[in-house]
């Protein structure tokens, strides 16, 4: 829905963010959000504070996309404020995230799939059936199908629709779980302790916000930017925090918050309660076929960006090849897919995949967003020219970084295996810059 300038109207942007950020981790992370909040007033906060983050980083991220219209991804940012090797690193960073997020989400609907068959399937069995999907969907892709818009507007309707159907789980009162009490419960624990438990929790709560940055691409599609971007974002985020903290008490109170910590897919038993076995395979089929339209977007997506960087030559001229026949980016295709695949075979587990991302996405979302400040410099002609123009500034996107270095931080001390890794991805990648960019002086002399 556009207006008659080809502008987005208000509703449309609206839209537009709640698509953006909806995915698929709502129906797996808050289980992996309980098992690490001390108590539900963290687990709850969790989920607020991470809501009020996303809604900062998305008035951020327009902003940004206001001052520099972008296409293609909001990467293309770190090109202008940071140098070429801190540019190159972190949108390979980012590639690699996308590659670890897509093998998070099938580990989520291979465990789906699995509840429909007997048998005791463990985190192997899902990593190969994640392989699987990933290796189907490849050799499509490599086929030069694609999937069509209208696929993906289906799969939006399905993700609210299975949402709303647990948020209506909240009017059966009767089978309502009983909260138990724990020791961690009833012993008082310090600030200290709330406060790194809200940390770690955050981790997967950040995952399911996530693709709010993505309004950079819009800053310059919509109507009246000054007024209807921050209504548009303010309105799409409290319609996601609403829907999230009504899934999350739907959770809460029908599966037990004690339970919920052991509880991996924790929406199929909100629908075995209320509908049945039947319900439930029913919800899982849906469920599943949503993670492979997922699969399948950034299958065909993040290639494409391996093309672009393989063009302007930021990466090898081989990631630019196309086939001839079917006009598919072979080379860059097949890489990303091994990527996906090499991260399932060492990750296995969602959480170790879970862990991995967000500490990548934790340097892609610090040095994205304050590029705000270098804009707001470099762009100052801008002003009052009818761009979009955040207040509260510089409040809001110090906010947003903080969080991200609070959210990397509890992941180090966490998980440090995950955070030595990411590091040692970012230095590789930089490394790998120099290593291209001596070769082309020595051929270029």
């Not at 404020?81 to 997020?101: G, W």
């Not at 985020?237 to 924790?266: D, H, P, T």
């Amino acid at each position: 829905m556009k207006t008659t300038n080809n502008k987005l109207n208000l509703f449309s942007f609206t839209m537009i963010v709640v698509g953006l950020v909806i995915g698929m981790g709502i129906f797996r992370t808050a289980a992996t959000s309980a098992k690490d909040a001390l108590d539900p007033t963290v687990y709850f906060s969790a989920w607020l504070i991470g809501g009020l983050v996303a809604l900062c980083g998305a008035l951020t991220y327009a902003e940004i996309g206001s001052r520099f219209p972008v296409t293609g991804g909001y990467y293309k940012v770190f090109a202008q404020a940071y140098h070429p090797s801190i540019a190159f690193a972190i949108n390979c960073l980012i590639l690699v995230s996308n590659a670890a997020s897509l093998s998070g989400v099938a580990l989520i609907g291979s465990g789906y799939l699995l509840k429909l068959f007997p048998g005791d399937w463990n985190d192997t069995h899902k990593a190969l059936l994640s392989c699987v999907a990933i290796l189907i969907f490849y050799l499509i892709n490599l086929r030069g199908l694609k999937l069509s818009s209208m696929a993906q507007n289906i799969l939006m309707i399905i993700k609210i629709g299975m949402i709303l159907v647990l948020i209506a789980a909240l009017f059966f009162p009767d089978q309502y779980a009983v909260q138990e009490t724990t020791a961690t419960a009833t012993t008082s624990f310090s600030t200290i302790d709330w406060i790194k438990s809200l940390g770690v929790s955050l981790i997967a709560v950040s995952f399911t916000y996530g693709g709010y940055q993505q309004t950079i691409n819009f800053g310059n599609e919509v109507q009246n930017p000054t007024k209807n971007i921050p209504r548009g974002i303010f309105m799409g985020i409290a319609i996601i925090i609403g829907l999230y903290l009504l899934v999350n008490m739907s959770y809460y109170n029908l599966v037990g918050f004690n339970q919920m910590k052991g509880e991996r897919e924790i929406a199929y038993v909100v629908i075995d309660k209320i509908f049945g076995t039947t319900g439930a395979t029913v919800f899982s089929a849906f469920l599943f076929l949503g993670v492979l339209a997922y699969v399948n977007g950034l299958l065909m997506s993040n290639p494409r960006v391996m093309y672009a960087m393989g063009d302007d030559g930021s990466l090898p001229k081989i990631f630019a090849k196309q086939n001839e026949k079917t006009n598919v980016l072979t080379f860059s295709l097949t890489v990303f897919a091994a990527i996906c695949i090499v991260i399932l075979f060492f990750a296995q587990e969602f959480e170790k995949i879970l862990s991995f991302t967000i500490f990548l996405d934790c340097f892609g979302m610090i040095l994205s967003s304050a590029t705000i400040f270098w804009f707001r410099k470099k762009t100052k002609h801008l002003d009052g020219t009818g761009i979009y123009k955040m207040k509260l500034f510089p409040i809001m996107p110090l906010i947003f970084m903080a969080a991200y270095v609070f959210v990397g931080t509890s992941i180090a001390i966490d998980d440090p295996s995950a955070a030595l890794t990411g590091v040692a991805v970012l230095a590789g990648f930089v490394l790998i810059y120099f290593i291209l960019h001596r070769k082309k002086k020595t051929v270029n002399l």
